[in-house]
């Protein structure tokens, strides 16, 4: 599976968007974007994903470049329930598994 | 609609000793894996169970087994306990819809284990 970086912290106010850049330039064709985010000592909690087509859900929205090298997470109103590490993964096929990395550590503050 | 289940939610072991973890998969869901995140780190891949078979394997020694009962339930066993064993062990179960179409996995809360 492709590699992805993301950058190990970011801040957001609440009620502002928090956007989570994550560069994956190594992806293929059929390899598939996952976010999942881990509040403090839980278990990871799946967010969206997408293939190239830009995704929204209840919780975010998804927004894949044309080239597929990038994507960004957009949380559209942080609240401080967001705090969290948010992993952005990239995933070739079924029943592959999950490979995180480090992931952004989104703090949201008053 | 209960979501993936872990029981016990922590445990305390001392070196040496045999460890059993139990995860009950979300309804509906029939694929349970099985995840170990050390302190500061991402979860890191242990075995994938299908059909009562491990389909898939990380990078794990034998000291790590498990088992899926036919309810899809699952268990993660740990022989010989070390101290780096200490982690949170992380249930996911997902469906399968066979290949070529892309399932997603839900994570279960986690059980923390301590070895002394």
């Known amino acids: 599976d492709a590699k992805t970086t993301q950058p190990p912290s970011m801040d957001c106010a609440e009620g502002r968007a928090a956007n989570l850049p994550c560069n994956h330039s190594t992806i293929s064709g059929n390899e598939y974007v996952y976010w999942y985010r881990q509040i403090h000592s839980q278990g990871p909690q799946y967010i969206i994903h997408g293939l190239k087509n830009n995704e929204t859900n209840e919780m975010a929205s998804l927004i894949i470049t044309e080239d597929r090298k990038s994507s960004t997470l957009i949380l559209p109103h942080a609240t401080l329930r967001d705090t969290a590490v948010y992993y952005c993964i990239v995933r070739v096929e079924t029943y592959s598994t999950l490979t995180f990395g480090k992931g952004t550590m989104l703090l949201v503050s008053p | 609609d209960a979501g993936v289940t872990q029981s016990p939610t922590h445990l305390i072991k001392t070196r040496g000793q045999q460890v059993t973890l139990r995860c009950s998969p979300k309804s509906g869901h029939d694929t349970v894996s099985w995840y170990q995140q050390a302190l500061g780190q991402g979860p890191q891949f242990i075995f994938q169970y299908y059909e009562e078979e491990e389909r898939q394997r990380g990078n794990f020694p034998d000291r790590f087994s498990g088992h899926q009962f036919p309810n899809y339930s699952s268990e993660l066993n740990v022989n010989a306990l070390l101290l780096g064993d200490s982690a949170l062990y992380l249930c996911?179960?997902?469906?399968?819809f066979g290949r070529g179409l892309q399932e997603t996995q839900y994570f279960g809360p986690g059980t923390r284990l301590l070895v002394l």
């Open positions: 996911a179960s997902s469906p399968d």
